[in-house]
């Protein structure tokens, strides 16, 4: 996802947990390390503060929706006015997921992407993937929502 003309230098990027709406225990992408108009890649290295999530070693590979949700979350939390509080989305539809591995090595990074398909303020679509090095381990097209403020009361 090299573009490089809309791309951003990793030193301005905030953390995942300054853009997610979550709580601390509950940020699984450690940092942003690309972003551009259209997409953003983080990543997430499994940690054993996630062992209520791990199995022998390996954080379960449906994580990866989660992971994947996250970095989503990370894009919209770019895409809101400065001064805007983190809002809460909701996956609506994942689909085409595909997953290679049966799970995520505690320790190893992985680079999650997410890719806008199209979207708008509250309905979007994004096609989204979690990689080691190469190896595509995870990819899936998520739609999700935004509620607006009047419809979380």
Not at 3 to 29: D, I, K, Q, Y
Request: glycine residues 8%; charged residues 20%.
């Amino acid at each position: 996802m090299n573009a490089a003309n809309t791309t951003e230098p990793r030193a301005s990027f905030p953390s995942p947990a300054e853009l997610l709406p979550h709580g601390p225990t509950l940020v699984f992408l450690d940092r942003v390390l690309e972003r551009g108009e259209q997409y953003v890649v983080c990543e997430a290295t499994p940690r054993p503060c996630e062992v209520a999530y791990a199995c022998n070693g390996m954080v379960p590979a449906t994580m990866c929706v989660e992971y994947m949700a996250q970095a989503v979350a990370v894009f919209a939390g770019f895409q809101a006015p400065a001064g805007r509080r983190r809002e809460i989305g909701y996956i609506i539809a994942v689909r085409m997921l595909k997953v290679c591995v049966p799970g995520f090595p505690l320790g190893e990074p992985l680079r999650v992407q997410a890719l806008r398909q199209w979207g708008e303020e509250q309905l979007g679509r994004f096609q989204t993937s979690i990689h080691r090095g190469e190896d595509e381990l995870a990819s899936a097209f998520m739609s999700v929502y935004r509620p607006g403020p009047h419809e979380l009361a």
